[in-house]
């Protein structure tokens, strides 16, 4: 199962500021959820949530997360503070995700990843739990822009492994921080203000996407498609046509002042 979505056009373009693709691709239950709101006040949420754990319920958890954001972006202030909402926000998304696990003991270590950015006006701030990415294409060039909170990325960290060696690497799948865990165990990595130049794009990834293509592929489809309206699908249709495993997410934001 997959699923595309579109948003609404530039005046003079056929690219769209935001558009989306979710594939299944090979496991058994889609666990992947993301948002991307209407704007509010000239600010606007994306990202992605990738469910894990649980006995089966990492789809709660993710599902979870996105209602719980929507619902408190919705409600924002004009003079709201953007690091605040994101970290109060995804704080108490948590409590809520716990809160299932103390009701239903099936629901006990389900959990889900956070990768997004919260744009405001000409400027965005990222955040980050567990190892989805959120990644910046800017004049040409291709960087993370979020770290990722995994076994292997402490070990690249430490120099111990190359990034060649993390890519193939058997623990890479292992999680040092996600949404589920106990709140004082959790990691919330929220940036600081950056300000967007003409033409960035923001992407947001499951790990289905960085886990079957290397930053290199990545780069290579986003330089070859950036100029068409279904980068987002073109993305999770290499993964999965890679050898991609994991359900495959990504949420594409174009800036043009």
């Not at 990738?50 to 954001?69: K, L, P, Q, W």
């Not at 709201?80 to 970290?87: E, G, K, R, S, V």
């Not at 960087?143 to 690497?169: K, M, N, P, Y």
Request: net charge negative; proline share 2%.
């Amino acid at each position: 199962m997959s699923s595309s979505i579109l948003k609404k056009l530039f005046p003079g373009s056929n690219l769209p500021q935001t558009e989306s693709s979710s594939l299944q691709g090979r496991k058994s239950k889609q666990e992947d959820s993301f948002l991307i709101t209407e704007q509010r006040h000239g600010m606007q949420l994306i990202f992605v949530a990738d469910g894990v754990g649980g006995h089966g319920h990492g789809d709660f958890a993710s599902r979870t997360v996105v209602d719980y954001f929507n619902d408190a972006f919705n409600a924002i202030d004009v003079d709201t503070d953007p690091i605040a909402f994101l970290n109060e926000t995804v704080i108490r998304a948590a409590r809520k995700v716990l809160d299932k696990s103390v009701e239903d003991p099936s629901y006990t270590n389900c959990g889900t990843t956070i990768s997004g950015f919260l744009v405001v006006g000409d400027c965005y701030y990222t955040i980050n739990i567990g190892d989805s990415r959120v990644y910046l294409w800017s004049e040409d060039l291709l960087c993370r822009e979020t770290h990722d909170h995994s076994v292997v990325q402490r070990l690249l960290d430490r120099g111990e492994i190359t990034e060649e060696e993390a890519f193939h690497h058997p623990q890479r799948n292992m999680m040092t921080s996600a949404i589920g865990q106990d709140l004082s165990l959790m990691q919330v990595d929220v940036g600081r203000k950056k300000q967007f130049k003409h033409g960035d794009i923001l992407l947001a990834f499951s790990d289905g996407v960085h886990d079957a293509l290397t930053d290199n592929q990545i780069f290579s489809m986003i330089s070859r498609y950036k100029e068409t309206p279904d980068l987002a699908g073109r993305l999770t249709e290499a993964a999965y046509n890679a050898g991609g495993k994991d359900n495959i997410t990504a949420v594409v934001y174009r800036y043009f002042d």
